[in-house]
C-alpha cells in the first residue's frame, strides 16, 4: 500500500486519539509511523498492539487506545486500494456463498429495469440516457456496496469531513458532500422531470434518497469519529469557567471527572519533593569523594538522610446554603489529591464547627459530601465556628500547617472573633481565605472581609473551577518548597 | 557509533517462537513490543501486577540473544553512584600521595616556576582517569562491546530524581561523566524497566519507552505455560490447578496469585505426588498460593464452591 497514505491515516488515528484525551506527542507520531512500517498494515491486531506499545502511556490511555482503534479502523471502508480490494473480494466472497439467489435477485432487477419508468423515458431523452449511464447512477441502481463506499469516502475527504466539529454542522457537510459525489446532475434531472414525467421523478428521487441516507450515516459517523472529542473538549472547557453554584446535578459527573483529571495533573507536576538535611548518618563515599579536591582532608561533611516533607492541609469549610456548593467542589479537589496531600484534615460548619476527615477517608466521596450537608448545614456564626476550631485543632498546626478557610465572610452582623483568626494565623505557615464572591462585594452589607483580610496571608476570589485550579497548584508549589 | 543488531528477534514469529524454545510462552502483545523494541532501538516499560513473568522477560531475553545480562535493583535512595559510576576514591588518594612523591623527578631541571608548571601540565592528568572509574551498572551495560540487556527492576520504587538520571542513559545510550565526557554505547543494549505501579513514572520517562502492560494470563496460556515449565505434572492436574487458580483469582484477594505462586504450587503438587485436587490438598498446600493469612481464610470459607465449579467444568 502507498506509504504516504498510511501515513495520513496515521496521523488522521492520532488527532483522534489526542480529542479522546491521549497525550501524543510529535515524537510518538515520528514512532507510530516507524511501527507501521515495521510491522506492515497485513495483521490489525498485530498492529494495534504495536501503535498502543508506541501511544497508550498508561492502563487508561490503552483502554481508550483501544476503543478509539475499534472505532477508527472499522468506519473506514475503501480510501486505499487494499482496502478497496478487500471490499470487493468480501463482496465476491458473499456472492459464492449464494450464488444462485444473487442470480435470481439479478435476473429480477433486470427484468424491473427494463419496465422501469426512468428506462423508458431514457429511450427519448438523451440526458436522462446520458444520467443512467453515469457510474454513480449504476452503483446506486445495482446497489454495488464497494464502490459507492468508495465514491463516498473520496467525497468525505474532499469535503473534509475530519474538520467537523459541532453536531450542527451536518447540513452545511451534507451539501459539501453531495456535490463532492456529483449529485448536481441528479438533482437537476429532478428539477426538469418533476413536472413533466411524475413516474420517472419518483423513481429518481428513490435514487437521491438512498444516496443521502449514505451519506447521511457516513456523516454522523464522521461526527462520532471527529467532532465528538472536540465537542466534550469544548464543554470541559465550559465548565471550567460556569460559577460552581450553578453547576447542574446533571454535570456533577463530568465536572468529577474534571476535577479528577485537574488534580492528576497537578499531583504529576508536583510529585514528592525531597531535600538534603544537614544532620544524621555520615555517607563517607560522598564525603571522601569531596575531600579529594582538599587533598584527602574533608572539609564538607556529607550526609545520608534525605528529609521529606510533610505538609499538611487542614481545610475549614462553611456548609451553609449560600456557599455549601463550593465547599463541595474544594472538599472533592483536595480530597482526589490524596497522593500528594495525604494528611488532608477538614472541618465543616455553619454555626457549630465539627471534623469531618473521616467521613471521607471512609465513604465515598458523594456520600461524604452529603452527610457534611445534613450535619452541619444551618446559619452561620463565624465566631463560634473559630472557637470551635481553635479546641479541636489549634494545637496541631505548626509551621507545615496550611489552613484554606472557606466562606462569604457574611456573619448576619455577629461578632466574627477575628482575634481568633489570628490566633490561627500566627501558628500556620500560611493562612488561605477562599470568598466565592467577586472582590467587589468583599465588604459590603454585612460582609467582615476588611477585618477578615488583614489576618490572611492569601484571600482570594474562587468561584470557578479554573480559579480553584489555580490556587490548588499554587498551594502545592507552597507546600512543596521552602 | 555501531548500531548493533540482535538478529535473533527480527521478526514477531522469530520472537515468539524462540522465546518459545527459550520456556518463555509469549503472547503475541510481548512479542511485537520485544520485537519493536531491537527494531526500534527503544527501552521497553513492562507493567503489571508481581509474579506475571516481567523479569523472566527480560532473563529470556538475555538468554534468547544471548548477551550479558546487566541488572539494577531499584530501591528508594539509590543514587548516581550506585547506579552509574563511582570514583575509586581510595586509589586516587593514593594516586595523590605517588604524584606527591615522584614530583621532585618530575620537576628536575625546570628553575622556573613557569617550567615546572608547563612540566606538570604536560604529564597528563590522571586523576580522573578511566582506570580510576568503577561502572555501576549502567555504565556496564553500555561499555559491554557486542551489546547486552540491561534490566531495570522496579523502577517506580526509586525516586523521582533518580529517574531523571535515566533520561540520558534511555534517549541516547549515552553518559555523561563531567570529569571524562561523555561515554557512548558501544552497541546499544536492549534496555527493559519494570515497575509495579506504585507511583505514576514521569511523563519524560514514559515517552522514551516502548508499553507493554503484562496482565494474569488467559486459562489458555497459563496451562501452556505451566506445561512448558512443570512438565511432569499430568494433564489433567494441571488443567484442574489452572481452574482453580483462575477462580481464585475472581475472589476478593488483597493480593492474587500470579503465575510464579501457580508455578510454586504446581511444584509442590509434584513433590507431595499429588493425583488429584482434593479438599485435604489444597487446604493444605494453599499456603503455596496465596500469601496473606486473610486471603487464605477467604479462600478457605469459600473452598467447597470452589471445588464445586472445578466439577462441572
Known amino acids: ?482 | 557509533m555501531v548500531c548493533h543488531h540482535y538478529p535473533q528477534l527480527d521478526s514477531v514469529e522469530a520472537v515468539k517462537e524462540r522465546f518459545n524454545t527459550a520456556g518463555y510462552i509469549c503472547t503475541q502483545q510481548i512479542a511485537t513490543v520485544v520485537y519493536l523494541a531491537s527494531a526500534l532501538n527503544k527501552p521497553v516499560l513492562i507493567e503489571g501486577p508481581p509474579g506475571v513473568g516481567k523479569t523472566e522477560l527480560a532473563k529470556t531475553c538475555a538468554a534468547v540473544v544471548a548477551k550479558p545480562l546487566v541488572r539494577l535493583q531499584c530501591y528508594e535512595g539509590l543514587d548516581e553512584a550506585k547506579a552509574l559510576y563511582e570514583w575509586k576514591y581510595g586509589k586516587q588518594l593514593l594516586y595523590t600521595q605517588i604524584l606527591k612523591e615522584r614530583l621532585g623527578l618530575l620537576l628536575e631541571g625546570a628553575d622556573t616556576l613557569q617550567a615546572s608548571l608547563a612540566r606538570l601540565h604536560a604529564s597528563g592528568d590522571a586523576f580522573y582517569a578511566r582506570e580510576f572509574l568503577e561502572p555501576r551498572p549502567l555504565l556496564k551495560a553500555l561499555e559491554q562491546p557486542d551489546g547486552a540487556v540491561l534490566l531495570i527492576d522496579e523502577i517506580d520504587k526509586s525516586d523521582a530524581e533518580f529517574e531523571s538520571l535515566l533520561l540520558e542513559v534511555l534517549s541516547d545510550f549515552q553518559l555523561s561523566i563531567p570529569e571524562l565526557g561523555t561515554v557512548s554505547a558501544q552497541s546499544k543494549p536492549l534496555v527493559f524497566l519494570t515497575s509495579n505501579d506504585t507511583r505514576e513514572l514521569s511523563d519524560a520517562l514514559k515517552r522514551r519507552c516502548l508499553h507493554l502492560h503484562i496482565d494474569f494470563p488467559s486459562i489458555d496460556l497459563e496451562r501452556q505455560i505451566l506445561a512448558q515449565r512443570v512438565p511432569d505434572l499430568q494433564q489433567t492436574l494441571t488443567d484442574k490447578l489452572v481452574r482453580f487458580v483462575h477462580s481464585i483469582r475472581g475472589l476478593d484477594l488483597k493480593k492474587a496469585p500470579a503465575v510464579s505462586e501457580t508455578l510454586d504450587w504446581a511444584r509442590s503438587l509434584l513433590l507431595l505426588h499429588a493425583t488429584d485436587l482434593d479438599e485435604n490438598t489444597v487446604r493444605q498446600t494453599l499456603n503455596v498460593l496465596l500469601k496473606y493469612e486473610e486471603d487464605i481464610q477467604t479462600a478457605d470459607s469459600q473452598m467447597n464452591a470452589l471445588l464445586r465449579t472445578l466439577e462441572s467444568a
Open chain 1, 1 to 482: 500500500m502507498n506509504a504516504s497514505i498510511g501515513s495520513d491515516r496515521l496521523l488522521n488515528f492520532i488527532q483522534f486519539l489526542r480529542a479522546r484525551d491521549v497525550a501524543v506527542s510529535p515524537a510518538d507520531s515520528l514512532d507510530a509511523i516507524h511501527v507501521a512500517s515495521l510491522l506492515g498494515y497485513d495483521d490489525r491486531q498485530q498492529l494495534a498492539q504495536g501503535l498502543a506499545a508506541v501511544l497508550a502511556k498508561s492502563r487508561q490511555d490503552r483502554i481508550a487506545f483501544d476503543v478509539a482503534f475499534e472505532q477508527f479502523f472499522s468506519v473506514d471502508v475503501g480510501q486505499d486500494n487494499t482496502q478497496e480490494s478487500e471490499a470487493v473480494d468480501r463482496a465476491d466472497a458473499r456472492g459464492d456463498t449464494d450464488t444462485h439467489d444473487l442470480r435470481a435477485a439479478q435476473n429480477i432487477e433486470d427484468e424491473n429495469r427494463s419496465a422501469s419508468p426512468l428506462d423508458t423515458l431514457a429511450a427519448n431523452d438523451a440526458q436522462v440516457a446520458e444520467l443512467l449511464k453515469s457510474p454513480l447512477v449504476q452503483d446506486l441502481r445495482d446497489g454495488q456496496e464497494a464502490n459507492l463506499a468508495l465514491a463516498i469516502e473520496q467525497a468525505a475527504a474532499k469535503a473534509q469531513l475530519e474538520t467537523m466539529q459541532r453536531f450542527t454542522q451536518r447540513g452545511q457537510f451534507m451539501r459539501a458532500m453531495l456535490d463532492a459525489v456529483g449529485e448536481l446532475p441528479l438533482r437537476q434531472a429532478a428539477a426538469r422531470l418533476e413536472h413533466t414525467e411524475p413516474e420517472a421523478f419518483d423513481e429518481l428521487q428513490q435514487i437521491r434518497e438512498q444516496l443521502r441516507s449514505r451519506i447521511r450515516n457516513r456523516i454522523e459517523r464522521g461526527y462520532l469519529l471527529h467532532a465528538q472529542g472536540a465537542t466534550e473538549r469544548f464543554l470541559d472547557e465550559a465548565l471550567e469557567q460556569v460559577r460552581l453554584s450553578n453547576v447542574s446535578p446533571y454535570q456533577q459527573a463530568r465536572m468529577r471527572k474534571l476535577i479528577e483529571r485537574m488534580a492528576r495533573k497537578l499531583a504529576s507536576r508536583h510529585g514528592r519533593r525531597r531535600r538534603k538535611t544537614r544532620r544524621g548518618q555520615l555517607n563517607i563515599p560522598k564525603t571522601l569523594r569531596t575531600a579529594n579536591a582538599t587533598d584527602g582532608i574533608p572539609f564538607v561533611p556529607q550526609w545520608r538522610q534525605i528529609e521529606r516533607r510533610k505538609p499538611q492541609i487542614m481545610a475549614i469549610c462553611d456548609v451553609s446554603g449560600s456557599v455549601a456548593a463550593y465547599a463541595k467542589f474544594l472538599l472533592m479537589f483536595l480530597y482526589a489529591l490524596q497522593d500528594v496531600l495525604p494528611r488532608t484534615r477538614s472541618f465543616a460548619f455553619s454555626s457549630q464547627l465539627g471534623e469531618v476527615t473521616e467521613w471521607f477517608e471512609q465513604l465515598p466521596i458523594d456520600s461524604a459530601i452529603n452527610q457534611v450537608n445534613l450535619s452541619y448545614g444551618g446559619a452561620t456564626d463565624y465566631g463560634r465556628a473559630f472557637q470551635d476550631f481553635n479546641e479541636l485543632a489549634l494545637n496541631d498546626i505548626n509551621s507545615g500547617t496550611t489552613v484554606i478557610i472557606l466562606g462569604d465572610g457574611r456573619n448576619n452582623d455577629c461578632d466574627p472573633r477575628l482575634d481568633l483568626l489570628a490566633q490561627i494565623h500566627s501558628r500556620c505557615r500560611r493562612l488561605i481565605w477562599l470568598n466565592p464572591e467577586t472582590r467587589r462585594a468583599w465588604g459590603t452589607g454585612d460582609s467582615a472581609m476588611p477585618g477578615i483580610i488583614k489576618h490572611c496571608h492569601i484571600a482570594t476570589e474562587c468561584n470557578n473551577l479554573k480559579q480553584l485550579q489555580r490556587i490548588v497548584d499554587k498551594l502545592l508549589a507552597d507546600t512543596r518548597s521552602h
